[in-house]
């Protein structure tokens, strides 16, 4: 079971890359308060600065702490958006994930936040994923051992990298049935009413 859940958040980072798995694992907290029970996760947005990071759509938040104060986690998400462009060129915070990683017990990226997590050192030599449109870039890097397209997570390891925004969510609720049980992650899933039926999807 993990305590610490470090969510890295930068200026244009994609909302729902963190705010969905955000969404999963305080809803795990949640269930467990209404049973009675001690909520147990402690999640927390971590940012380079203590000041508001506005987010890819426009989006403004908080950061609960900053890199250099962040105690040390056992789960690490680093979300994607344009910001990565930006942040893979950040040699201290590209460090910090680095040294951060390495104590953790999963590691794990939603879309192009791969980008950081191979540049970092977690997933290098790994199989990954990301987002569609960030497939061919990602391979072109020669970073990661494979960079799987089609697909909605992948783990290698203690390293699990999600594609595209809403696939964090899975990749999160799975992660969730790794830290306590799968019928824990269903009952998330449950709270949370995630069951998507996108419309169109059978339009012809």
């Not at 930068?10 to 909302?15: I, L, Q, T, V």
């Not at 907290?29 to 009675?36: I, S, T």
């Not at 936040?113 to 970092?120: C, H, I, S, V, Y």
Request: glycine fraction near 10%.
């Amino acid at each position: 079971m993990a305590g610490a859940i470090g969510i890295l958040v930068f200026d244009g980072a994609e909302e729902l890359d963190f705010v969905g798995p955000w969404e999963v694992f305080t809803m795990a907290n949640e269930l467990r308060k209404r049973a009675g029970k001690a909520p147990p996760h402690e999640v927390m947005l971590v940012a380079e600065r203590d000041a508001a990071v506005r987010c890819a759509k426009g989006m403004r938040v908080l950061p609960d702490v900053t890199t250099a104060k962040c105690p040390p986690l056992d789960v690490l998400l680093v979300p994607g958006g344009q910001g990565t462009r930006r942040e893979v060129e950040n040699r201290p915070l590209l460090e910090w994930i680095s040294r951060t990683s390495a104590g953790c017990q999963w590691v794990t990226s939603v879309c192009t936040g791969a980008l950081l997590l191979t540049a970092a050192g977690p997933a290098r030599g790994r199989r990954v994923t990301t987002h569609w449109n960030f497939v061919e870039t990602l391979r072109g890097r020669k970073e990661a051992a494979e960079v799987l397209e089609n697909i909605r997570y992948v783990r290698d390891g203690n390293v699990v990298t999600a594609a595209g925004v809403s696939a964090g969510i899975d990749m999160a609720l799975w992660l969730v049935g790794q830290l306590h049980d799968p019928a824990f992650a269903r009952a998330v899933q449950r709270g949370m009413e995630y069951d998507p039926a996108p419309p169109y999807f059978a339009e012809v």
